[in-house]
T-cell receptor, first 114, second 106 residues
Framework: DSGVTQTPKHLITATGQRVTLRCSPR?????VYWYQQSLDQGLQFLIQ???????AKGNILERFSAQQFPDLHSELNLSSLELGDSALYFC?????????????FGPGTRLTVT | KNEVEQSPQNLTAQEGEFITINCSYS?????LHWLQQHPGGGIVSLFM???GKKKHGRLIATINIQEKHSSLHITASHPRDSAVYIC????????FGAGTILRVKS
């Protein structure tokens, strides 16, 4: 158990809908990262937050947004969902916002868009 | 060309064999991570290294910064080592390799 929790575990929704994925980092970790893992693209970095502020942005679509709250949990919002958004979404946390720190991964949320 | 290349893509080994998975990268990095993903999907961080060698149990990871290359070795492999092993390099963000699917047969 990494200490990182994600909810829900599974989510099935229809095209055009909006969903929110939630992540609680390990106690004491200030950084939260979001990743998408699809069959055709593999693992891709989406976005990083550190202590409530956006720190780095990767291949995140404009339909997607995220935030980190004062209690350090984070939410990833996916809107106008398309079939291609079906994927595993992982969050990870680390102690620092800078690089070269181990990241601890949550169990993931499996999103299926029908 | 991908920034992170792993080889082999697939690997089948007999229990007890010594296994090597390779990772080459083309960008400057601050660290390299080796991750393990089991069929259930969960990802576990095995190693993070920026130089030299690290060992944890039967797993050994090495990195050569000059050659931009890292290897993950598994000694005395066991069926429970069957998983996908993913190399990821850290520059400004993590960039992942495509993964190596390892199957260890008993």
């Amino acid at each position: 158990d990494s200490g990182v929790t994600q909810t829900p575990k599974h989510l099935i929704t229809a095209t055009g809908q909006r969903v929110t994925l939630r992540c609680s980092p390990r106690s004491g970790d200030l950084s939260v990262y979001w990743y998408q893992q699809s069959l055709d693209q593999g693992l891709q970095f989406l976005i990083q937050y550190y202590n409530g502020e956006e720190r780095a942005k990767g291949n995140i679509l404009e339909r997607f947004s995220a935030q980190q709250f004062p209690d350090l949990h984070s939410e990833l919002n996916l809107s106008s969902l398309e079939l291609g958004d079906s994927a595993l979404y992982f969050c990870a946390s680390s102690t620092s916002g800078d690089g070269a720190y181990e990241q601890y991964f949550g169990p993931g949320t499996r999103l299926t868009v029908t | 060309k991908n920034e992170v290349e792993q080889s082999p893509q697939n690997l089948t080994a007999q229990e007890g064999e010594f296994i090597t998975i390779n990772c080459s990268y083309s960008v400057g990095i601050s660290a390299l991570h080796w991750l393990q993903q089991h069929p259930g999907g969960g990802i576990v961080s095995l190693f993070m290294l920026s130089s030299g060698k690290k060992k944890h149990g039967r797993l050994i990871a090495t990195i050569n910064i000059q050659e931009k290359h890292s290897s993950l070795h598994i000694t005395a492999s066991h069926p429970r080592d069957s998983a996908v092993y993913i190399c990821a390099v850290e520059s400004s963000t993590l960039v992942f390799g495509a993964g190596t699917i390892l199957r260890v047969k008993s």
